[in-house]
């Protein structure tokens, strides 16, 4: 067992450890980093990959246990998988181990185990298929020689007829072709496919001169090994200097991946891709089945032995699949809040890691967006990223028009019915008579968001989550938004029996006044409530122009490009700039703008209509002045003075507790002993707390968990990187000294 020969290996294990466990390899055995491995950690069976071999155990060798075995049949991990891994684990403090288990979420031992009793099978299959055929070309190849020999014996009788030589030699013939044949055939069945170069038609993109500049100037940042940042409006082409950068990384021999924030957005963008560069086009996001998953990492895995190429297109996942050869990954919408992962661990954000993907690879990096987060813009003026501007759109109309309309202004003046104001319902009736579309943004999905009852102030809430309930019709259900939690509606207070009344209205509520205000028009609601292939149906529809009202949250204003689409409207726009929170504003700019980029993509010029009791607002104001470079530098402006990333770093370490008063307890217990760590780091007329709470964030109760935040203003400089090392050791000591493991998680960069 512990003989003198073995050797010690650590191994990564899919759990939250803030160590890499140690084990034994028996003489005789051998494995490398990246095997996987079988070994008992606490009385369990794991399936782990092997991080490091022939380390010097700290602890005493007697206690290290064997493993259980080497898993022969698993694919190894390769070096820039577990690179990857650790790189993330650092930044955003978690186990290496929390990384692994996102990688490979479907690597429970039975599935593993399945998938390599399945490969043995189908290597079974390919080795008989293979060898039916060998005996199919040993016939013909017997057949051939014995032609031959009868051949020759004619040609060799004076006497023989010029004929049947002549098809006998065609007979020949035919049969090395079929022999020729069949040994490609095996050829195949060995590798999956035939392997062939990819020639793409250069003639499927054609830029124009602006997009062609801005394309070379991404090749510049590519030769300074920068990632490159393109802003470009919306409708500038920034997916065809894509599809170009794509198409030169996959003439080179190397790889694609390309990142989009929702797979909803990219059904119109697969249909281009797939025009382009045909069947080496793979899709890789969570709603895919686990069999479609682990059959497009196979692929990619195979792209590195057999040399086939492969442009993967998917979601944030698809950053951790076993990629090789990458030589070019698209970070599209690279502003998008839905590349950051907010639960479980890694807490990491898509766009980010896809950097760090890029370093590990050596690949080049292009990041786009109509309106780029701030931190991008920041990395861009500081030199770290090259940033492009695209401000010319492909179809020649300008930017839409953009109208503010002041609902309370309106509802003194009696302009207001329901949820729409006179002026916009005009406009819509103006847009439907010319026979163009109509697209309309609610943030808030159900009926009505909140009830209440109008005599005693009762509000129906979740008995999970300190929220309130929404309304949803047909069937009429109470819903939580933030645990599902669903009841039946009972329309009475349960207080006082008096009838309960709606607060607000949501995208179902606007769907039924729409249909009364414009009798006869055609209109379709999209948010999460619509089932996923009504939702793909009515993006379809809406783009070929068999739907003329579409309805939605904010779903609807992702990246389609809907031609006959030429008037926008948000209807209570200020629920974008309600949260409380220092990205609010720079949400609502990046929400309205890319809104307004949806209308008016070809020829004709869009206008785009804001309902708002807060006219004035700067996020408003600037937008309709069209001066988004103003907004950002105004934004970048206060991000500064109060302290806010991009100019520090923020890690929000959250208490969630069944029990209100133990959440209370603890929190402020670990936030003095997180001050007494760190103390105050910034002089007092900065202003920055350095550690700040324990408060409850706007909903601090979410699925039975009371949560309470304290929050961590890091410095960004040098020693960025031991604090967050010394905030997590903290944490780690925290939890063992008051055995609370598992009630504290940490969020680096939090949304
Ligand atoms: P963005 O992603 O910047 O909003 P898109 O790439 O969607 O813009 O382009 C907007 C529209 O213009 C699309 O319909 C696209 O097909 C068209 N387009 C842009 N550039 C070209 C080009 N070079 N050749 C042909 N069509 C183009
Ligand atoms: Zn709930």
């Given at each position: 067992?512990?003989?003198?020969?073995?050797?010690?290996?650590?191994?990564?294990?899919?759990?939250?450890?803030?160590?890499?466990?140690?084990?034994?390899?028996?003489?005789?055995?051998?494995?490398?980093?990246?095997?996987?491995?079988?070994?008992?950690?606490?009385?369990?069976?794991?399936?782990?990959?092997?991080?490091?071999?022939?380390?010097?155990?700290?602890?005493?060798?007697?206690?290290?246990?064997?493993?259980?075995?080497?898993?022969?049949?698993?694919?190894?991990?390769?070096?820039?998988?577990?690179?990857?891994?650790?790189?993330?684990?650092?930044?955003?403090?978690?186990?290496?181990?929390?990384?692994?288990?996102?990688?490979?979420?479907?690597?429970?031992?039975?599935?593993?185990?399945?998938?390599?009793?399945?490969?043995?099978?189908?290597?079974?299959?390919?080795?008989?298929?293979?060898?039916?055929?060998?005996?199919?070309?040993?016939?013909?190849?017997?057949?051939?020689?014995?032609?031959?020999?009868?051949?020759?014996?004619?040609?060799?009788?004076?006497?023989?007829?010029?004929?049947?030589?002549?098809?006998?030699?065609?007979?020949?013939?035919?049969?090395?072709?079929?022999?020729?044949?069949?040994?490609?055939?095996?050829?195949?069945?060995?590798?999956?496919?035939?392997?062939?170069?990819?020639?793409?038609?250069?003639?499927?993109?054609?830029?124009?001169e602006y997009q062609q500049k801005t394309y070379m100037?991404?090749?510049?940042?590519?030769?300074?090994?920068?990632?490159?940042?393109?802003?470009?409006?919306?409708?500038?082409?920034?997916?065809?200097?894509?599809?170009?950068?794509?198409?030169?990384?996959?003439?080179?021999?190397?790889?694609?991946?390309?990142?989009?924030?929702?797979?909803?957005?990219?059904?119109?963008?697969?249909?281009?891709?797939?025009?382009?560069?045909?069947?080496?086009?793979?899709?890789?996001?969570?709603?895919?089945?686990?069999?479609?998953?682990?059959?497009?990492?196979?692929?990619?895995?195979?792209?590195?032995?057999?040399?086939?190429?492969?442009?993967?297109?998917?979601?944030?996942?698809?950053?951790?699949?076993?990629?090789?050869?990458?030589?070019?990954?698209?970070?599209?919408?690279?502003?998008?809040?839905?590349?950051?992962?907010?639960?479980?661990?890694?807490?990491?954000?898509?766009?980010?890691?896809?950097?760090?993907?890029?370093?590990?690879?050596?690949?080049?990096?292009?990041?786009?967006?109509?309106?780029?987060?701030?931190?991008?813009?920041?990395?861009?003026?500081?030199?770290?990223?090259?940033?492009?501007?695209?401000?010319?759109?492909?179809?020649?109309?300008?930017?839409?028009?953009?109208?503010?309309?002041?609902?309370?202004?309106?509802?003194?003046?009696?302009?207001?019915?329901?949820?729409?104001?006179?002026?916009?319902?005009?406009?819509?009736?103006?847009?439907?008579?010319?026979?163009?579309?109509?697209?309309?943004?609610?943030?808030?999905?159900?009926?009505?968001?909140?009830?209440?009852?109008?005599?005693?102030?009762?509000?129906?809430?979740?008995?999970?989550?300190?929220?309130?309930?929404?309304?949803?019709?047909?069937?009429?259900?109470?819903?939580?938004?933030?645990?599902?939690?669903?009841?039946?509606?009972?329309?009475?207070?349960?207080?006082?029996?008096?009838?309960?009344?709606?607060?607000?209205?949501?995208?179902?509520?606007?769907?039924?006044?729409?249909?009364?205000?414009?009798?006869?028009?055609?209109?379709?609601?999209?948010?999460?409530?619509?089932?996923?292939?009504?939702?793909?149906?009515?993006?379809?529809?809406?783009?070929?122009?068999?739907?003329?009202?579409?309805?939605?949250?904010?779903?609807?204003?992702?990246?389609?490009?809907?031609?006959?689409?030429?008037?926008?409207?948000?209807?209570?726009?200020?629920?974008?700039?309600?949260?409380?929170?220092?990205?609010?504003?720079?949400?609502?700019?990046?929400?309205?703008?890319?809104?307004?980029?949806?209308?008016?993509?070809?020829?004709?010029?869009?206008?785009?209509?804001?309902?708002?009791?807060?006219?004035?607002?700067?996020?408003?104001?600037?937008?309709?002045?069209g001066s988004s470079d103003l907004l950002y530098e105004?934004?970048?402006?206060?991000?500064?003075?109060?302290?806010?990333?991009?100019?520090?770093?923020?890690?929000?370490?959250?208490?969630?507790?069944?029990?209100?008063?133990?959440?209370?307890?603890?929190?402020?217990?670990?936030?003095?002993?997180?001050?007494?760590?760190?103390?105050?780091?910034?002089?007092?007329?900065?202003?920055?707390?350095?550690?700040?709470?324990?408060?409850?964030?706007?909903?601090?109760?979410?699925?039975?968990?009371?949560?309470?935040?304290?929050?961590?203003?890091?410095?960004?400089?040098?020693?960025?990187?031991?604090?967050?090392?010394?905030?997590?050791?903290?944490?780690?000591?925290?939890?063992?000294?008051?055995?609370?493991?598992?009630?504290?998680?940490?969020?680096?960069?939090?949304?």
């Amino acid at each position: 067992m512990s003989g003198k020969d073995r050797t010690y290996i650590s191994v990564i294990l899919p759990l939250r450890l803030d160590w890499i466990p140690c084990y034994g390899v028996p003489e005789g055995e051998e494995v490398l980093p990246g095997d996987w491995v079988r070994v008992d950690f606490a009385g369990r069976e794991y399936l782990g990959t092997v991080d490091k071999t022939g380390i010097v155990p700290d602890t005493e060798q007697a206690r290290i246990k064997d493993i259980v075995s080497a898993e022969r049949r698993l694919w190894p991990v390769s070096e820039e998988e577990r690179r990857l891994w650790e790189a993330v684990a650092d930044y955003y403090l978690c186990s290496t181990g929390e990384v692994f288990k996102a990688a490979y979420p479907t690597m429970k031992i039975s599935q593993a185990e399945a998938l390599a009793r399945m490969q043995e099978r189908e290597n079974a299959r390919k080795e008989r298929l293979s060898e039916s055929l060998m005996l199919k070309i040993q016939k013909t190849e017997d057949m051939i020689r014995k032609k031959k020999q009868m051949l020759s014996e004619k040609r060799d009788r004076p006497a023989g007829k010029g004929k049947s030589c002549e098809i006998l030699e065609a007979s020949i013939a035919r049969l090395e072709e079929k022999a020729g044949q069949l040994r490609l055939k095996i050829e195949e069945t060995r590798h999956g496919c035939r392997p062939e170069r990819h020639l793409f038609q250069d003639a499927a993109i054609t830029l124009t001169e602006y997009q062609q500049k801005t394309y070379m100037e991404a090749l510049k940042g590519f030769r300074e090994h920068k990632p490159v940042l393109i802003k470009g409006v919306t409708g500038s082409g920034k997916t065809e200097i894509y599809l170009r950068a794509a198409m030169e990384t996959l003439s080179q021999g190397k790889n694609v991946l390309y990142l989009v924030p929702e797979i909803a957005v990219s059904r119109q963008l697969k249909d281009r891709i797939q025009s382009v560069f045909g069947d080496i086009l793979l899709t890789f996001h969570s709603e895919e089945s686990n069999a479609a998953r682990r059959d497009t990492a196979e692929k990619i895995r195979k792209s590195g032995t057999e040399g086939s190429q492969y442009f993967v297109l998917g979601t944030r996942s698809a950053i951790f699949l076993p990629h090789t050869r990458l030589g070019l990954i698209i970070v599209d919408e690279e502003h998008d809040s839905s590349y950051k992962q907010s639960s479980p661990a890694p807490r990491y954000n898509g766009r980010d890691v896809a950097v760090m993907l890029a370093k590990i690879h050596g690949a080049d990096i292009l990041l786009g967006s109509a309106t780029p987060s701030l931190e991008s813009v920041f990395n861009g003026h500081c030199g770290k990223y090259r940033m492009l501007t695209l401000g010319k759109r492909y179809y020649k109309a300008d930017e839409a028009e953009t109208e503010i309309i002041d609902t309370a202004a309106e509802r003194r003046k009696n302009g207001m019915a329901g949820s729409f104001s006179r002026k916009l319902a005009d406009r819509i009736r103006e847009t439907l008579e010319c026979g163009e579309q109509v697209l309309i943004l609610r943030a808030r999905r159900a009926f009505s968001p909140v009830m209440q009852c109008p005599s005693c102030g009762y509000i129906p809430k979740c008995p999970h989550c300190n929220v309130s309930l929404s309304l949803h019709k047909s069937p009429d259900r109470m819903v939580c938004h933030h645990c599902g939690y669903t009841t039946a509606f009972r329309p009475e207070c349960p207080e006082c029996g008096t009838a309960l009344y709606g607060i607000g209205s949501g995208t179902q509520k606007i769907e039924e006044e729409a249909a009364s205000l414009f009798p006869g028009a055609r209109i379709a609601r999209l948010d999460s409530d619509t089932p996923k292939t009504l939702a793909a149906e009515t993006i379809k529809g809406f783009g070929t122009g068999s739907i003329d009202i579409l309805i939605g949250t904010q779903i609807i204003s992702k990246g389609f490009d809907f031609p006959g689409l030429t008037l926008t409207a948000v209807i209570s726009a200020d629920s974008l700039l309600g949260v409380q929170d220092f990205r609010a504003d720079e949400k609502a700019m990046q929400a309205l703008e890319q809104l307004r980029g949806r209308c008016g993509r070809r020829d004709k010029r869009g206008r785009f209509i804001i309902q708002t009791c807060r006219p004035g607002h700067p996020v408003y104001r600037q937008l309709a002045d069209g001066s988004s470079d103003l907004l950002y530098e105004t934004l970048l402006l206060e991000r500064k003075e109060f302290g806010y990333p991009p100019f520090t770093r923020i890690v929000n370490v959250a208490v969630k507790d069944p029990s209100l008063q133990k959440a209370e307890d603890m929190s402020a217990r670990l936030a003095s002993i997180l001050e007494q760590t760190f103390g105050n780091n910034y002089p007092e007329q900065m202003n920055i707390e350095t550690v700040a709470g324990p408060f409850s964030p706007p909903v601090d109760r979410v699925a039975g968990y009371n949560i309470r935040i304290i929050r961590l203003t890091l410095k960004k400089d040098r020693n960025l990187h031991d604090a967050k090392r010394r905030l997590s050791a903290t944490v780690a000591a925290f939890e063992r000294q008051y055995r609370y493991a598992g009630h504290i998680t940490l969020d680096v960069d939090p949304d």
